[in-house]
């Protein structure tokens, strides 16, 4: 269960950290970017896995960078086809 929380918490700060870095008024509030942002960690980790950089392991720096870049990523692809 703890995982699950993790992947929360860093999901939702790596949201908060792609709208920042990406901003712009592509609607749906903070609970989307919560959950753009997981869904972000999700697929940043997967990539940089596969690139042999490693994933999202924790709450850490590493993880961190890993799922914001996973987020940006995501709501780029959000603003350009849904938003």
Same mark, same amino acid.
């Given at each position: 269960? !703890?995982?699950? #929380?993790?992947?929360?918490?860093?999901?939702?700060?790596?949201? /908060?950290?792609?709208?920042?870095? !990406?901003?712009?008024?592509?609607?749906?509030?903070?609970?989307?970017?919560?959950?753009?942002?997981?869904?972000?960690?999700?697929?940043?980790?997967?990539? !940089? !896995?596969?690139?042999?950089?490693?994933?999202?392991?924790? #709450?850490?720096?590493?993880?961190?960078?890993? /799922?914001?870049?996973?987020?940006?990523?995501?709501?780029?692809?959000?603003?350009?086809?849904?938003?």
């Amino acid at each position: 269960m !703890s995982d699950v #929380f993790t992947w929360i918490i860093v999901g939702g700060i790596a949201g /908060a950290l792609g709208k920042l870095i !990406s901003p712009g008024d592509d609607g749906g509030g903070w609970i989307l970017t919560i959950i753009l942002g997981i869904v972000g960690a999700i697929v940043g980790g997967f990539i !940089s !896995s596969v690139l042999g950089l490693g994933g999202v392991t924790g #709450f850490n720096i590493g993880s961190l960078l890993v /799922a914001t870049g996973g987020a940006v990523l995501v709501l780029f692809i959000y603003k350009k086809f849904i938003a």
